[in-house]
């Protein structure tokens, strides 16, 4: 089955860095787009940034662009989001997923992993 592992989160403070990876396991990677969707407290699952299965194309929300860059190695089966400028809006557990369509919307997409938590502190 398909299982993928997040990882790289943490507590830091406003403006820091954090990258996070994604390593994915029981699925052909490179035919998959790939994205980055969070998910604060009481509020629903949102669409970060997502990355095409060639990696040539990518695409983010607007409050990640400029902060954020989505990148995978498919020799690895691994994705990546580099943080930058973090903000405490930022805080949110962040989920690895994938699909067969290059979407922005969390229903194109499966997300397998327990996520990763950020929290940036003001």
């Known amino acids: 089955q398909v299982q993928v592992v997040e990882s790289g989160g943490g507590l830091v403070q406003t403006g820091g860095s954090l990258t996070l990876s994604c390593a994915a396991s029981?699925?052909?990677?490179?035919?998959?787009?790939m994205g980055w969707f969070r998910q604060a407290p009481g509020k629903e699952r949102e669409f970060v940034a997502t990355?095409?299965?060639?990696?040539?194309?990518?695409y983010y929300t607007d409050s990640a662009k400029e902060r954020f860059t989505i990148s995978r190695d498919n020799a690895k089966n691994t994705m990546y989001l580099q943080m930058n400028s973090l903000k405490p809006e930022d805080t949110a557990v962040y989920y690895c997923?994938?699909?067969?369509?290059?979407?922005?919307?969390?229903?194109?997409?499966?997300?397998w992993g327990q996520g990763t938590q950020v929290t940036v502190s003001s």
């Open positions: 990355i095409r299965r060639d990696g040539a194309l990518s």
């Open positions: 029981g699925l052909t990677f490179s035919m998959y787009s």
């Open positions: 997923c994938g699909g067969l369509k290059f979407s922005t919307s969390v229903r194109d997409y499966g997300c």
